[in-house]
Antibody, heavy 121, light 107 residues
Framework: EVQLLESGGGLVQPGGSLRLSCAAS????????MSWVRQAPGKGLEWVST????????YYADSVKGRFTVSRDNSKNRLYLQINSLRTEDTAVYHC??????????????WGQGTLVTVSS | DIQMTQSPSSVFASVGDRVTITCRAS??????LGWYQQKPGKAPKLLIY???SLQSGVPSRFSGSGSGTDFTLTISSLQPEDLATYYC?????????FGGGTKVEIK
């Protein structure tokens, strides 16, 4: 069974930083692209970032470009999101998600339960 | 960027009703359209990919159709466990974008 477990969220002041982590199991992690998708409280889904299977190619939403960095460690089956210069509008549950197939541009299946990032002074 | 517009934003229906949700893309997406179901307090779950292909394990009362810029998710006979918010997502190009969601509530 594929499992994705996020960690690293918490309360942080505006301008602060966090590193989110996603532990993957149940599939050949190094074969698939991975993504981060966030959901602000009571709001819809927003794609944040995608990284290809090897980590060589990364893509970001304009709203986070230059502040967020996605990376992966295939030897540890882990996905990361370094989030810097946090703004109040970054408050959301951050889900990691596996690409449905080996294509880079893809749907997300499955999703982790998410980790909550709250940006507030 | 490709904008995805869903309608309606909410729907109230009775058990057994047919429910239809529409999703319109701001430009053609070549059939690269998926649908997700998000139950309260849970992570989204992929229901349909490539416009009309049912993800493994998804009940056959769910179906998808469409082409070009207009797509539809249909629940043929609404069940109590279908209470959820449904989102469309285009997988044609970056940035990947979602519709605003349709909340399905049971009368």
């Amino acid at each position: 069974e594929v499992q994705l477990l996020e960690s690293g969220g918490g309360l942080v002041q505006p301008g602060g930083s966090l590193r989110l982590s996603c532990a993957a199991s149940g599939f050949r992690f190094s074969d698939y692209g991975m993504s981060w998708v966030r959901q602000a409280p009571g709001k819809g889904l927003e794609w944040v970032s995608t990284i290809n299977f090897s980590g060589a190619d990364t893509y970001y939403a304009d709203s986070v470009k230059g502040r967020f960095t996605v990376s992966r460690d295939n030897s540890k089956n882990r996905l990361y999101l370094q989030i810097n210069s946090l703004r109040t509008e970054d408050t959301a549950v951050y889900h990691c998600a596996k690409s449905w197939s080996d294509l880079l541009i893809n749907w997300f299946d499955p999703w982790g339960q998410g980790t909550l990032v709250t940006v507030s002074s | 960027d490709i904008q995805m517009t869903q309608s309606p934003s909410s729907v109230f229906a009775s058990v057994g009703d047919r429910v239809t949700i529409t999703c319109r893309a701001s430009q053609t997406i070549n059939g690269w359209l998926g649908w997700y179901q998000q139950k309260p307090g849970k992570a989204p779950k992929l229901l349909i990919y490539s416009t009309s292909s049912l993800q493994s394990g998804v009940p056959s009362r769910f179906s998808g159709s469409g082409s070009g810029t207009d797509f539809t998710l249909t629940i043929s006979s609404l069940q109590p466990e279908d209470l959820a918010t449904y989102y469309c997502q285009q997988a044609n190009s970056f940035p990947l974008t979602f519709g605003g969601g349709t909340k399905v509530e049971i009368k």
